[in-house]
């Protein structure tokens, strides 16, 4: 049986109509953090020609296949092996116009965080853009009750994961060559973030 995550369907029309835009005339999209395979298969459905490589860690690698399998896009390859602090693993890659990531820095520890930042700005074309979609705290403080609880269920189940600083992701991404380029309120008290890299 296929993973199926819910929330994949909930967010994937709002995601997509912020970040349309930024995809429409891009060619190559690395996403990070693959996750059930449902977000490529959506997104890369509604624009034919862009190429969707996925990425997820060897052990959900089935899951996507069997989500890719039944779609039979041509537009996107098949997942591979990315931690992101394995550098071996990046050197695989080539440069994208887009790298997106949905719900990954949460689950990530801090050192994990850096590790992506510092690898990203190598695998980001000139002119190109980073997208984030997830929860995040401004000055240190939680935009929701709702996210304080999901902080705190988060950190419970790994001490190293937590809702990140949108304070502290802008000052790697500027250190990086990247500006922001937006930041969308979405549902859910989650936030879209882009930074193009310059």
Known sequence: MKPFAESSVQNRAPIFSVIKPYLRNSQSLLEIGSGTGQHAVYFASELPLLQWQTSELPEHHQGIQMWLDEARLPNIQLPVALDVCNA???????????????????????????????????????????????????????????NQGFD??????????????????????????????????????NRTLVWKRL
């Not at 990954?104 to 520890?109: D, F, G, N, Q, V």
């Not at 994990?112 to 510092?118: A, I, S, T």
Request: charged share 20%; aromatic share 12%; net charge negative.
């Open 88 to 146: 071996g693993h990046w050197q695989r890659l080539p440069k994208y116009d887009v790298v997106y990531t949905a719900n990954t820095l949460h689950i990530m520890s801090a050192d994990h965080v850096c590790c992506l930042f510092e690898h990203l700005a190598n695998h980001l074309r000139e002119g190109g853009v980073f997208i984030v979609y997830g929860p995040f705290n401004y000055k240190g403080e939680y935009t929701s009750e709702s």
């Open 152 to 189: 705190a269920w988060l950190k419970h189940r790994d001490a190293q994961s937590g809702i990140r600083d949108f304070e502290w992701l802008q000052e790697m991404a500027e250190l990086k060559g990247m500006i922001l380029a937006d930041d969308v309120a979405m549902p859910a008290n």
